[in-house]
């Protein structure tokens, strides 16, 4: 009889057997092929759709086989976790980086602006982040709404600011919150990169929101890249 599969995490790292020594941390190799794993099931999905795309699909593009996969992940549901979780920490990172600026209008403002760069940057990944929800496996959903409640939770704090300071309408923070996302969001369904600019896309959104033009790479913080 052969052993039984070892076990991984969500993120697809090892599993640590109960009252073993603790394994240690993925390497950099290791990381660097599951990333290349997560992007070409992200290529996958958004052609082919979930119930059409397969992991032999995945497995073909990078020239692997099938059962190679099974070093870096358990199945085809937790590809699609894993890519879900991606949209989500990518999400989450652009509101730490913002988090030093100040000024609650210019905040607010960056905060679209950045949502737009980075839909703009990845539409495939939040084509199947939105388009590919249903499919998602209850075992991992509970894990992926504990994730959007926090960004929406945050998302909210920086509307509640900007209302504080008198810089919006004093509106419902969540609703505006669950609005601006949708509308940011959105533009996966239509942005054309060759004919769409990101940043002229995000100042007619900060020109809705907030009545004026202003300039994303002077609210941005230094060091912050626009689309990565």
Sequence with gaps: MPPPARRSTPDGAPRRRPGRPRLTEPSPEYL???DEIIETGIKVFHERGYDSGSLDDV??????????????LRSKAQLLYLIFDRALTISLQRLD?????????????ALVGHQVRMVAAD???????????PRLDDAYRDQIIRKEREY??????????AVEA?????????????????????I??????????PDAVATTMIRLVLGADVDLDAVLPSGVPATT
């Design 188 to 197: 996966y369904k239509w942005f054309d990169p060759e004919r769409d600019d």
């Design 166 to 186: 008198g810089e919006v309408a004093s509106v419902d923070p969540r609703h505006a919150a669950h609005a601006l996302i949708g509308m940011t969001s959105w």
């Design 59 to 72: 497995a073909a593009a990078l020239d692997l086989r099938r059962a190679s996969l099974y070093h870096y």
């Design 32 to 34: 660097a092929r599951l």
């Design 123 to 133: 539409p495939s990944l939040f084509a199947v982040f939105f388009d590919q929800r």
């Design 152 to 161: 929406v939770r945050r998302f909210a704090s920086v509307v509640t600011a």
């Design 97 to 109: 980086e913002l988090a030093g600026i100040a000024d609650p209008r210019q905040q607010l403002a």
